[in-house]
């Protein structure tokens, strides 16, 4: 069998064309494949670091201090990190693109563990003066509650001794008397009676002020009327009409005490009925008693 050379030659180089189609269409692949892997990385890893910006800057909103530096300085890293997220957004997945953006999350991220140790020192500090806060408060309660029970105890005691030290009187008597030829007698007649006596006796008080004491008697007739009148006494918004003022010297001992009060003439004749005798220290009565005329 003949065989043409130039037929041949043909065949031998469209053979080693297609064979180089056919490499080269590997390759072309195989490139393609790469090159795709390779993007597909590159987006994941500017997802990656988009990710851990966007993590930051969560975290400074999730931090707060009242100290001023150190809320300006996390503005300013709150700032930087928000320019370089934006920034990353807008920029091509690129190996030199998320190279330069995790060597400045790097920076970021050390300078950020620093300030966020500097504010978790601070907030240490602050809870340790907010609890030394809450006990010097408490400390404070404490000892206002008991200066309040003090002055309640002082109050009382206080009150104990004004009501201790108060002027008391006891055994009230009255009776009525008649004057023949210059002489008293003892009556129980209302139509013959011209004074009534009244006697009583202050007690012994050693808490009581030594003085000079006011003491007033009043006598009411069975038509409520004042014998006596002797006009009226102010004490404060009280008045008092009286029968009677004594002045007595108090020596903190026991003072017996009798006075004669002489019916007016407008009195007279005394009216039948009950008498209602008081004894007064300035607005307090002492005590009282009555008489009954027939």
């Not at 008293?184 to 009244?198: D, G, L, M, N, R």
Request: net charge positive; aromatic share 8%; proline share 1%.
């Amino acid at each position: 069998m003949i065989v043409n050379p130039q037929l041949f030659n043909y065949r031998l180089i469209i053979g080693s064309l297609i064979v180089a189609i056919a490499v080269l269409a590997v390759f072309s692949f195989t490139n393609y494949e790469s090159i795709k892997s390779h993007q597909l990385f590159l987006e994941q890893e500017k997802k990656l670091v988009e990710g851990e910006l966007s993590q930051m800057l969560v975290r400074y909103d999730e931090v707060s201090t009242t100290n001023d530096d150190i809320s300006l300085k996390l503005k300013e890293a709150k700032l930087s990190t928000k320019m370089a997220l934006d920034s990353l957004r807008l920029l091509k997945s690129d190996f030199s693109v998320i190279s330069k953006y995790k060597s400045q999350l790097i920076t970021l991220k050390s300078k950020n563990k620093e300030l966020f140790e500097t504010i978790s020192s601070l907030d240490d500090i602050n809870k340790k003066l907010e609890k030394d806060k809450l006990l010097a408060f408490n400390e404070l309660r404490k000892q206002k509650e008991e200066n309040s029970s003090l002055a309640k105890e002082n109050k009382d005691l206080n009150k104990a001794l004004e009501k201790g030290a108060l002027l008391t009187a006891n055994s009230f008597k009255a009776k009525a008397y008649q004057t023949v030829s210059g002489k008293q007698y003892e009556t129980k007649k209302a139509s013959k009676a011209t004074s009534i006596q009244v006697c009583f006796t202050l007690a012994e008080n050693a808490l009581a002020l030594k003085g000079e004491k006011e003491l007033y008697i009043q006598i009411v007739n069975p038509k409520n009327n004042v014998v006596a009148d002797k006009g009226s006494i102010e004490f404060g918004t009280s008045s008092l009409i009286y029968s009677s003022k004594n002045n007595v010297y108090y020596n903190n001992d026991v003072v017996d005490i009798c006075t004669n009060i002489e019916a007016d003439i407008d009195d007279k004749p005394l009216t039948k009925g009950i008498y209602y005798v008081s004894v007064f220290y300035k607005d307090r009565k002492l005590g009282n008693t009555q008489i009954v005329l027939d």
